[in-house]
């Protein structure tokens, strides 16, 4: 189980007084309104702590300002860095609801405890989402995330029992 899930990237600055227009990885942007820190990701992997001060909203985009920068040239260099949140600050998941980072990497299993391949990704339909499953054989199987078809999810064994309906 990740750690940290990610929030946003840091698409530009915006201002000159240090603010940052971020692009929400998030499913609801406006949690940005809760949060008090987010853990700036630089490219060592070092994990920087920064203190929202300020959260506006501009078209898709969320706009923070850090109470530790106050320029436009002290976060400019943190462009295109990912922003995370530690587990405890992630936001409360109702039953049978799973973070995508959590999914990734599950053995997929048929109902006869036969593993037919891995969790590759998640696609975000409008309806629900699709599970990338990639095949023991190298083909790729996209499966509704329904519960006619998801038979069960243990992100802890680290696997899933799925129907596969004829056809697919």
Not at 22 to 39: I, M, N, Q, S, W
Not at 73 to 86: A, F, H, M, P, Q
């Amino acid at each position: 189980m990740e750690q940290y899930l990610q929030v946003g990237i840091i698409s530009s600055t915006h201002g000159v007084r240090g603010e940052v227009k971020v692009f929400p990885t998030t499913d609801d942007a406006g949690r940005f309104k809760k949060l008090k820190e987010v853990l700036l990701s630089l490219p060592s992997g070092e994990k920087l702590p920064l203190r929202i001060e300020q959260v506006k909203f501009f078209k898709q985009f969320v706009i923070l300002k850090f109470k530790e920068y106050d320029s436009i040239n002290d976060i400019e260099r943190y462009r295109g860095l990912s922003l995370y949140v530690s587990r405890e600050n992630a936001v409360k998941l109702e039953a049978d609801e799973y973070f995508i980072a959590d999914l990734i990497d599950l053995k997929v299993l048929d109902e006869a405890g036969e593993q037919i391949g891995v969790l590759t990704d998640v696609m975000e339909t409008g309806a629900n989402d699709v599970y990338v499953i990639r095949r023991t054989d190298g083909s790729e199987l996209l499966l509704p995330a329904i519960k006619q078809c998801v038979l069960s999810v243990s992100v802890e064994e680290g696997q899933m029992t799925v129907h596969v309906p004829e056809g697919l």
